[in-house]
C-alpha cells in the first residue's frame, strides 16, 4: 500500500493551498469500519488530526480548521484532497494522509503517507 502527497509549499497567510494524497493497493471507496484523514505535526508538537472521512464520505474537522479547510476524497481516482483556505501561521506543519484507521485515533491508522511541507509565512 501506497500513499503520495503533493500540493505542499510556501503561502503567505490568508492563502490557499490544495494538497492531494493519492492511494495505491488500497480502496478508499469501502464503506467499511475504517476512516481515512489528514493529520498534521508542527517542530516540536505532536502530530494531531485535521479531517477524517469515512467510507460514506462523513467528513469531521479539527475545530482549529472548521470553517477554513474541506477534506474530500474522490473514489473513482483513489485519492484524498485537503483544500486548505485563509491559512494562518499556525498552520505551518508536515502534513500526512492516513488510510484504514478509526477517527481520530492516530495509533489505528494502518498505512501513511510520507507527509507534504505546509508553511506559511510573510
Known amino acids: 500500500v501506497q500513499l503520495v502527497e503533493s500540493g505542499g509549499g510556501l503561502v503567505q497567510p490568508g492563502g490557499s493551498l490544495r494538497l492531494s494524497c493519492t492511494v495505491s493497493e488500497y480502496s478508499i471507496s469501502t464503506i467499511d469500519a475504517y476512516w481515512v484523514g489528514w493529520f498534521r505535526q508542527a517542530p516540536g508538537k505532536e502530530r494531531e488530526g485535521v479531517a477524517v472521512?469515512?467510507?460514506?464520505?462523513?467528513?469531521i474537522y479539527a475545530d482549529s480548521v472548521k470553517g477554513r479547510f474541506t477534506a474530500s476524497k474522490d473514489n473513482s481516482k483513489n485519492t484524498l484532497y485537503l483544500q486548505m483556505n485563509s491559512l494562518q501561521v499556525e498552520d505551518t506543519a508536515m502534513y500526512y494522509c492516513?488510510?484504514?484507521?478509526?477517527?481520530?485515533?492516530?495509533?489505528?491508522?494502518?498505512?501513511w503517507g510520507q507527509g507534504t511541507q505546509v508553511t506559511v509565512s510573510s
Open positions: 472521512i469515512y467510507g460514506d464520505g462523513s467528513t
Open positions: 492516513a488510510a484504514k484507521g478509526f477517527g481520530w485515533t492516530i495509533s489505528s491508522y494502518n498505512y
